[in-house]
């Protein structure tokens, strides 16, 4: 397994390029299921699990080609319905093919995702809904199969904000007969995304962004052409981050701000100057970083996607911070990791309390899962001294070349081919 070898200590500075947003791109591979023909998106970027979800349309039977940025897929010739588990476990969005095979096709069969490092993550939401629009929905092998002559639309409140159950029930319900209201939706910019697209391709959507969306199903879509994507915004704040605890000075291009906002203002709490230029975002890091603290929230709040980062910048903060994650029942796995830097964390069940150091020492960790990978680099850019992160393979998943970004801006990282 490859590793990231990173001396800390010095200040980011220079440009940096945001690529396009995975968890966009995800549901939207997934949405080109639901109209025969050739679809094409732009700003995809080249990461395993776009990779994985590139393998998993080819088993469905799709032609895809893939140049790094242009994805064209056509799903014409879609023979199979069936999501297998071997590409499943690797990768949970996978189960972002359900609602556009059962809308499209009356069927589909999907390996139930397995846990997660960061919580158990079950589906129950996504079937509940799709039941409600008529589907049968039978469980078998660790298959879900899901069966309806036609769907039809319905009302769904989602007890839970889930941005993947709001996707999967939009996507079916573009083809369903009649209106479906899905009710206490994700307001992520993902899911706006996708809706957009959706409208594009001849749905009728009304509402995504806001937590009603109404959806009014047609007869047949068309495929997408040139769809570009939006700009990722946990890579926007991770690149944030990095900038601010190492005291340099960053100029951020290619972000959409209104995605970015809840991220800016809980960041320029810790000291670190965020400002819009003509050019991109600067973004400079203050000698010392202010201790603030954290709850995690579903969009328009601060995106759990960013807390282990976050933690990461308040390991070197001067003064005490509290960071509690509200979505997911395991997503502290980095702060073992950064107590082997020398943090000083106190973690007490979906909280923890975090007391700043004057420095952070390189010492060799283990990347545990994506977002926790990422807020091992933002504190080994800081720490004195060499640090090794291993299985960076979970880096890889969500984070294009980061160490190519990271070294344009000044950083000393290499990537350590295993
Ligand atoms: C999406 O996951 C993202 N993934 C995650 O990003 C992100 O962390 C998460 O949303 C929250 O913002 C993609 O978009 C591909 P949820 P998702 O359904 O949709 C519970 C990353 O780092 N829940 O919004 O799977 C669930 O257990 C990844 O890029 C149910 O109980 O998350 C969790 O506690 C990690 N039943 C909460 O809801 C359900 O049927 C939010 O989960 C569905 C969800």
Redesign the pocket.
């Known amino acids: 397994m490859d590793k990231l070898l990173i001396r800390g200590g010095r200040r980011l500075s220079g440009e940096v390029i945001i690529g396009g947003a ?3 791109a ?2 939207l591979m997934a949405a080109t299921i639901l109209a025969s023909g050739t679809s094409s998106l732009t700003n995809i970027p080249d990461l395993r ?1 776009i990779r994985t979800m590139i393998e998993m349309l080819i088993t469905l039977g799709a032609e895809v080609s893939y140049d790094g940025c242009r994805l064209t897929i056509d799903s014409g010739g879609l023979v199979s319905r069936e999501a297998p588990y071997e590409l499943v476990k690797t ?3 996978s ?2 093919t359900l609602g556009p095979l059962v809308g499209r096709f009356g069927t589909a069969k999907v390996s139930l ?1 397995g846990g ?1 490092a ?11 809904g799709l039941e409600k629009m008529g589907a049968k929905i039978t469980l078998s092998e660790g298959y879900v199969v899901a069966e309806a002559e036609r769907l039809k639309g319905a009302v769904i409140f ?1 007890d ?8 999967n029930l939009m996507m079916a319900a573009a083809l369903a007969d009649g209106v479906t209201r899905l009710e206490n939706a ?1 307001r ?1 910019p ?1 899911v706006k995304d996708l809706a957009d697209a959706l409208n594009l391709m001849g749905a009728k959507i009304k509402g995504a962004g806001e937590s009603v969306i109404e959806i009014e199903g047609v007869e047949k879509l068309s495929p997408i052409v040139d769809y570009s994507i939006i700009p990722d915004r ?1 890579e926007t704040g991770t690149f944030i981050a990095m900038a601010g605890i190492t005291g340099g000075e960053v100029l951020i291009k290619n972000y959409q701000a209104e995605h970015i906002s809840p991220i800016v203002e809980k960041l320029l709490e810790t000291g670190i100057e965020i400002s819009e230029e003509s050019g991109g975002l600067r973004v400079k890091g203050p000698k010392t970083l202010r201790p603030a603290n954290l709850e995690t929230m ?2 328009p709040g601060f ?3 960013m807390q282990a980062q976050f933690m990461a910048l308040m390991c070197v903060a001067k003064g005490t911070s509290v960071i509690r994650e509200t ?3 395991n ?1 502290f796995m980095h702060v073992a990791e950064l107590r082997r830097l020398g943090a000083d964390i106190d973690e007490k069940g979906n909280s923890a309390t975090v007391k700043g150091v004057k420095t952070l020492t390189g010492a060799p960790l283990m990347a545990t ?3 926790a990978s990422a807020s091992l680099v933002v504190a080994a850019l800081a720490a004195h001294g060499e640090t090794v992160i291993d299985r960076i393979y979970h880096l890889d ?2 984070y294009e070349r980061i160490e190519d970004k990271i070294s344009r801006l000044g950083a000393d990282v290499t990537r350590i081919k295993e």
Do not use: Q, S, W
């Open positions: 995975k968890n966009a995800l549901p699990d990768m949970r969005a189960v972002l995702p997660c960061i919580g158990a993550r079950p589906i129950n939401l996504h079937l509940m989602f839970i904000v889930t941005v993947t159950g709001t996707e994700a992520e993902e946990i579903p969009y995106p759990t996607d979505i997911f029942e997503r899962d994506l977002r998943r969500g």
